[in-house]
């Protein structure tokens, strides 16, 4: 399977995560199509497919995809079962494997770390919850990771991702601390120095992404790098 040119759908695409991971399967030759609400600044390749919808409109903002079939869906903006729901289920006819961008925060602030794939989740937020703050982060990613391993049994893969870093990143939450140490010099830090970071770069991400494309790998995976001090 791992040279076969396959069709993937990323639920997303056009900013940093999903960029990046466009930017993986292109070369490998595979065909990507993208749903977007094409308000984000597009700097794709052309021969990525655009198609428009809202996640947050639930299955109306899915019709784009009506009629569609394709090997693999990647979902990196799913954040509320509101939105993961409706394209799960609508695309369990038309596609072979679901891949769920997941995070790390399922497991809260372990006492026991690190946090294995089998340690235990938060518990999940109801489905009618869609505000994204805190603590209701991870618990929403478990409702979301339930919904798509009921809905896909064995044919579906979770990515629990550490803090995402790299080029494309909006944020800047980790390169704003180099910038202000390099601008600063001595600054004034918790802890005693052994406290520790752990990250994963967003084109890492992206190559394990298509590693499990082309190897029809099913599972949970937690993605980061060794950590640092």
Not at 91 to 115: E, M, N, Q, T, W
Request: hydrophobic content about 35%; overall charge negative; glycine content about 10%.
């Amino acid at each position: 399977m791992e040279n076969s040119s396959m069709r993937v759908l990323i639920l997303g695409g056009t900013q940093f995560v999903g960029r990046h991971i466009v930017g993986a399967l292109l070369p490998a030759g595979h065909m990507v199509s993208i749903l977007a609400r094409g308000k984000s600044p597009d700097e794709l390749p052309a021969q990525v497919e655009r198609l428009r919808g809202d996640r947050d409109e639930g299955t109306l903002g899915l019709e784009a995809l009506e009629g569609r079939s394709c090997d693999v869906c990647v979902d990196v903006s799913g954040y509320t079962p509101r939105q993961v729901r409706p394209s799960a289920e609508r695309l369990r006819a038309s596609v072979k494997r679901y891949i769920f961008v997941s995070a790390v925060s399922v497991y809260g602030d372990p006492d026991h770390r690190p946090a294995r794939e089998s340690h235990p989740r938060m518990p999940p937020a109801g489905e009618d919850v869609t505000e994204v703050e805190g603590e209701m982060y991870g618990r929403l990613k478990v409702t979301c990771e339930n919904i798509v391993q009921q809905t896909y049994a064995d044919s579906c893969t979770l990515l629990r991702l550490q803090i995402v870093v790299g080029p494309h990143d909006p944020s800047g939450r980790y390169s704003y601390w180099v910038q202000r140490a390099l601008q600063d010099g001595e600054m004034l830090a918790p802890g005693d120095g052994s406290d520790h970071v752990q990250f994963i770069d967003a084109r890492d991400l992206a190559r394990f992404t298509r590693t499990v494309i082309e190897n029809e790998l099913d599972g949970v995976f937690n993605l980061a790098w060794p950590r640092l001090t």
